[in-house]
């Protein structure tokens, strides 16, 4: 069965057809058209933690294609009410997919063990893969084009960044990231990223200037995630030196685009200035959300109308 729950589930191949799907999903949204692709198909959304974009372009983008979505949060008792597997199975019978947004990686594949419906991770803390969808489709509407693009993450080796380095992997572009040292990504996810892709280039460098000198793009994220919030007084000191600002700004190529997952705590990990400034493509990006996945959830569950409608 089809899972997404890291990157690492589909091949270069795939991602690009589901970026293609995306692009002609949009279009056709664009010019008015809203086909029932997904007609009578039900999604579950099982969030563990807050969401506004993640639970809203899933719920959006289903009801355009004329399906229907089921946010379930807490009082669904997942992992409190009944046993995981109790609950996955009855899960499977109801919904054709599963979203979900879980505080440990584990539990997604734990959910996914089963193979009782597709499993599709919104969010954990090792990584965000959907997000990194509508990341790239916003840099290839920017650029056309991905090979040899530069994408520059100044913050932390987070779950946003360790998806962001594998995409470019795979899309043959170059990564790096610029934190403060102690802040690096998970050592086992590079090995997996520079297994899987040999010729990877991602790098880490400590110097956020130097690092944004080539940077195509350059992305940033809260410096504390949500889970970590007792850590925030050590986190706010220990990126001082990695705002994105007007001075880092001066420092990349004027074509350089500004991208951030949001939700941003402004006047921390980036100034009002630059996310609300000419380079910036945050919003389109948070837009893109919906449009990459509607392109994910095509190929996943309408694949004949990949065949008939995607070139
Ligand atoms: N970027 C993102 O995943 O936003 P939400 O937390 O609002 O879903
Ligand atoms: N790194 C952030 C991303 C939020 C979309 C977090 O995990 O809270």
Request: aromatic share 6%.
């Amino acid at each position: 069965m089809q899972h997404l729950l890291t990157l690492f589930d589909i091949s270069p191949d795939d991602l690009q057809l589901i970026l293609k799907t995306a692009g002609v999903v949009k279009s056709k949204l664009i010019a008015g058209e809203r086909p029932n692709i997904l007609n009578n198909k039900v999604i579950a959304l099982l969030f563990e933690k807050p969401s506004l974009r993640t639970r809203v372009s899933f719920e959006t983008g289903m009801a355009q294609m004329g399906g229907a979505s089921l946010f379930l949060g807490s009082d669904v008792g997942w992992g409190k009410r009944e046993s995981p597997s109790d609950f996955t199975q009855v899960l499977g019978q109801f919904v054709d997919a599963v979203v979900c947004r879980a505080k440990q990686h584990a539990q997604v594949e734990l959910l996914a063990s089963f193979n009782a419906m597709p499993v599709i991770n919104g969010l954990t803390d090792l990584c965000h893969p959907c997000q990194a969808l509508a990341d790239v489709l916003t840099i290839g509407e920017a650029f056309g084009s991905y090979a040899n693009k530069h994408l520059v993450f100044v913050g932390d080796g987070n779950n946003v960044s360790h998806s962001l380095a594998l995409i470019c992997a795979m899309l043959d572009m170059k990564f790096t990231l610029a934190c403060p040292s102690g802040y690096q990504m998970d050592a086992d996810w590079l090995s997996r990223i520079r297994k899987a892709y040999p010729k990877a280039d991602i790098q880490t460098l400590h110097d956020p200037a130097a690092a944004v000198k080539t940077a195509d793009a350059i992305y940033t994220d809260v410096w504390t995630s949500m889970g970590q919030e007792a850590e925030m007084a050590a986190r706010r000191q220990a990126f001082a030196d990695f705002q994105l600002n007007k001075m880092l700004m001066d420092a990349a190529p004027s074509s350089a685009r500004v991208l951030h997952c949001l939700p941003a705590v402004r006047g921390e990990e980036i100034t009002d200035d630059v996310i609300d400034g000419p380079q910036s493509d945050i919003i389109r990006q948070s837009g893109n959300r919906m449009h990459a996945q509607k392109g994910l959830l095509v190929w996943m569950l309408a694949t004949d109308w990949i065949t008939k409608n995607v070139s």
